[in-house]
């Protein structure tokens, strides 16, 4: 590849500000100076220096997004802000241009978003034969009945032509709004006002958290709708051995560490 390519992946500066670097003469391949930004570097066997600093060549790049609402799981959109955007904010402009999410959220849900270049990770996160978990937090209007409950452990209707796969319901708690956080309130309360509703004094709302081993189309809103409810507040809490940090703010993302992205990777 080019080695003014090579150094831009690697984070060095944009495609102009790493040819300025090259062309002072302050990067050496296997120990040459190399004037040129078109100068061809093998990123597996060539050792790059800018200065004393030697810059090894990664091929896979992982961070975690903390999606917000309004957000889209896409790499382009003309409307609406997507997850490469975000990314750009925190990380800056000059990121690989070879990354995109690995699975999507609903424009409206929260959570965990792996943004990725390794495609055949994000193939065996996503393989509907691979039943790798994800797991969500739910705020859902109403009471879910044990009934409904039992159905969404079970296996439910959701109108395919299949159940769902059994997932499992951890954490179930009754609650009134006052009792959760206070974004939780305020995205519940727009959801209302969309409406042109009140919320009903004395409401009281199921949370949970859901994991599921598939990933079809508006799944969790549309096995909550089967138990009888409706799903007010959506975060992905979890995909395979990947947790979200709970230091990140909706919109804030970071890169895996070693060990996060080695775990995820082992299920290639
Ligand atoms: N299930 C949904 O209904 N929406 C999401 O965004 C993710 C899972």
């Known amino acids: 590849m080019r080695l003014d390519k090579y150094l831009a992946e690697m984070s ?7 040819k300025k670097i090259i062309r002072s003469g302050s990067v050496t391949i296997n120990g040459v100076p190399a004037f040129k930004p078109e100068t061809k ?16 060549y990664s091929q896979y790049v ?29 990380i800056g402009n000059n990121t690989r241009d070879d990354i995109f999410p690995a699975g999507r959220l609903d424009i409206d849900t929260e959570g965990l978003v792996l943004l990725t270049n390794n495609g055949a990770l994000a193939h065996m996160l996503l393989s509907p034969r691979r039943h790798v978990d994800k797991a969500y937090y739910i705020v859902a209007e109403g009471i879910i009945t044990d009934e409904g409950i039992k159905q969404l452990t079970e296996g439910i209707d959701i109108g395919d032509s299949t159940l769902t796969l059994p997932a499992q319901a951890e954490n179930i708690k ?57 799903v007010l507040y959506l975060k992905r809490i979890r995909m395979g051995t990947l947790w979200l940090d709970g230091t990140l703010l909706p919109g804030e993302c970071r890169e895996l560490s070693a060990k ?9």
């Open 260 to 268: 996060e992205a080695r775990q995820l990777e082992n299920i290639i």
């Open 174 to 230: 009754l609650c009134s709004i006052g009792e959760l956080s206070k974004d939780i309130q305020d995205i519940i309360k727009s959801k209302y006002n969309e409406n042109s509703s009140q919320i009903p004094a004395g409401k009281i709302y199921t949370s949970m958290e859901l994991v599921l081993h598939e990933g079809r189309y508006h799944q969790v809103k549309r096995m909550i709708e089967a138990a009888g409810s409706k």
């Open 62 to 90: 992982y961070y975690m997004l903390n999606k917000p609402a309004g957000c889209v799981s896409a790499t382009k959109d003309n409307m609406h802000k997507t997850v490469i955007d975000l990314l750009k904010e925190n």
């Open 12 to 18: 060095y500066g944009t495609r102009n500000e790493v």
């Open 41 to 56: 570097v093998n990123e597996l066997s060539d050792i790059v220096y800018i200065g004393d600093k030697r810059i090894s």
